[in-house]
């Protein structure tokens, strides 16, 4: 497909919370002139919005029967004509057809050169830390998800990779931790669960200086809370994008997913040798899901936003409530920065409750429309404990949570109905409004 430059696609209308600057978000800086697997610009939809990138990136109809949608492509195996001449596919770890239209598709919604899937957003996030060695160290937050913090502490720790917790808002603390053997720095914005913002760009710049000890480090944004909708870190000075699709690219809690982006041909090549060499890679059903997901990502997104809005405003009103995290608020410390360099501020919202852990276990167990439940970003509402829940494995780290602190991924029910089931839990550990 080819195209005229799209409209802009911010026409979506959706945010109640408004102040967002827009730029960059759809010329994006594509590269041209990559024609393999999961590189998206062979199909000439650099001048489109990211609507119909969603729609249509890798997903032309099929040449044999027309069929609007990719085939679900099962084999396993791939006949070969010749010994050694294929047709692109060998054998399907290595290469899938409906892994390479949702490389493709999702490459081409967060701007890269290419894009690589996994089955699951600790896999990708695992070979992508296959490109360190033992003696490398690298900056994680202090904040991130206890699965990622695990992975890089307990399982390449006593590999030889080295890691130092850094509050990445802080940049003079990131230029005081960077060591001469820091390869890599890891964000989460906004992070979970403390939906902290990291200036990317700013961060790019300390990062890739790394002239201080006369080398750079690679930036690796998680991207999973924001979406390549709300933010795309390579076009602000990312080195690598990687994502938990389980989260809003799926979007309806049905498939486990991950995935990794990056405009450098020779870091993906490095990428895809251990995505085939490792083999954590997804079935051709979850592929066909999370592709389906993506589609409709920005109505989603923009709805999430909007309830999300009206949710952490609630909450800041509620007497059970201290604190409320949630980059858009105008208190919120990253909210200058989230608001440059993100199109909405996200479904996420946590809260801090006056009444400590007693008060978070009650409200997280009085909720009906938010249910009581890990993971985040689909279309229904849920409510969890990141203390005791999504967080426990780091409990005694320098990532531990708050116990008082109740995460929400607000979903696009009707909102008014969201506001009242919070309210009436709320009521039960802090008097009526
Ligand atoms: O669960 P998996 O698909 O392996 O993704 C891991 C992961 C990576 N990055 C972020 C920011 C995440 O939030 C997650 C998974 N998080 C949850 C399951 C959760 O409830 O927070």
Not at 99 to 121: C, K, W, Y
Not at 244 to 261: E, I, N, Q, R, W
Request: include cysteine; glycine fraction near 12%.
């Amino acid at each position: 497909m080819t195209g005229p430059g799209a409209t802009s696609g911010f026409e979506s209308g959706g945010f109640e919370s408004g102040g967002f600057e827009s730029g960059g978000f759809e010329s994006g800086g594509f590269e041209s002139g990559c024609f393999e697997s999961g590189c998206f610009d062979r199909w000439g939809l650099e001048g489109w919005g990211f609507e119909t990138r969603a729609i249509h990136a890798g997903q032309e109809p099929d040449r044999v029967t027309g069929a609007v949608l990719p085939p679900l492509s099962l084999a396993t195996t791939y006949a070969q004509d010749a010994v050694g001449a294929h047709r692109g596919y060998e054998y399907s770890r290595s290469a899938n057809p409906t892994r390479a239209t949702l490389e493709t598709a999702l490459a081409a919604l967060e701007g890269a050169r290419r894009g690589l899937a996994f089955a699951s957003g600790l896999g990708a996030e695992d070979a992508v830390l296959h490109l360190l060695r033992p003696g490398d160290h690298l900056l994680v937050p202090r904040d991130a998800y206890g699965g990622t913090y695990r992975l890089v502490d307990r399982v390449w720790g006593p590999l030889g990779v080295a890691h130092t917790p850094v509050d990445l808002a802080d940049l003079d603390a990131v230029r005081a931790a960077l060591r001469p053997s820091t390869r890599m720095v890891w964000a989460e914005t906004p992070s979970n669960p403390l939906l902290n913002i990291v200036d990317i760009a700013a961060l790019a710049e300390v990062v890739h200086g790394g002239v201080v000890h006369g080398q750079g480090a690679l930036l690796v944004v998680d991207n999973t809370f924001a979406t390549p909708y709300l933010q795309r870190p390579l076009a602000l000075g990312a080195d690598i994008v990687v994502h938990s699709t389980t989260k809003y690219l799926g979007g309806h809690s049905d498939v486990v997913g991950g995935f990794v982006a990056t405009r450098d041909g020779a870091r993906a090549d490095e990428i895809a040798f251990f995505q085939n060499a490792i083999g954590a890679v997804p079935s051709p059903f979850d592929c066909y899901l999370v592709l389906r997901g993506a589609k409709t990502l920005a109505v989603r997104m923009d709805r999430h936003c909007g309830n999300a809005a009206a949710v952490a405003d609630r909450l800041a009103s509620h007497p059970a409530v201290g604190r409320v995290l949630y980059p858009g608020l105008a208190t919120h410390p990253g909210h200058q920065v989230a608001a440059r360099q993100m199109r909405g501020f996200g479904g996420m919202v946590s809260f801090v409750l006056r009444g400590g852990e007693t008060a978070a276990l009650e409200v997280a167990r009085s909720t009906e429309l938010f249910t009581l439940a890990e993971s985040l970003g689909a279309v229904e509402s849920l409510i969890e404990h990141p203390h005791r829940m999504t967080h426990s494995s780091v409990a005694d780290s320098p990532l531990a949570v708050d116990p008082g602190l109740l995460r929400l991924s607000v979903g696009i029910e009707t909102g008014a109905d969201l506001l009242a089931d919070l309210t009436q839990a709320l009521d039960r550990v802090g008097g009526p409004r």
